[in-house]
């Protein structure tokens, strides 16, 4: 179990929105905004950025409707939603959130 706890430490995942519209725009607007989802997945050493490099170009050639950015210590998702839909951010986290077990399951224990 010990060893579990290790190897999800190898993948970090963090997330972040942008939008054209301001903090005023949503909340008098409500959710209308035109919005771009970030996932960003950061790698502790060159095995787990390698797994993050195959990873990102997967996602690039079998979803479109996202652009995948590498990063020095890892790779950046990029999805735009035409607007933001509560449904549609949380599908996406959970996505992104299942691509990090993958991810992490292919990751061999030691560094």
């Not at 060159?46 to 993050?52: D, E, F, G, M, R």
């Not at 999805?79 to 992104?96: F, G, H, Q, R």
Request: hydrophobic share 35%; net charge negative.
């Amino acid at each position: 179990m010990q060893n579990d706890a290790k190897q999800e430490e190898l993948i970090d995942l963090s997330f972040s929105m942008e939008s054209s519209g301001t903090l005023w725009n949503v909340i008098f607007e409500g959710f209308d905004q035109n919005v771009v989802l970030v996932s960003k997945f950061t790698g502790h050493g060159p095995k787990a950025v390698n797994t993050l490099y195959r990873f990102g170009f997967m996602i690039f050639e079998r979803y479109k409707d996202c652009k995948v950015e590498p990063k020095d210590s890892g790779i950046e998702i990029r999805k735009s939603l035409p607007e933001n839909d509560t449904e549609l951010v949380d599908e996406w986290t959970t996505l992104m959130e299942n691509v990090r077990e993958e991810m992490t399951s292919l990751m061999p224990y030691a560094q």
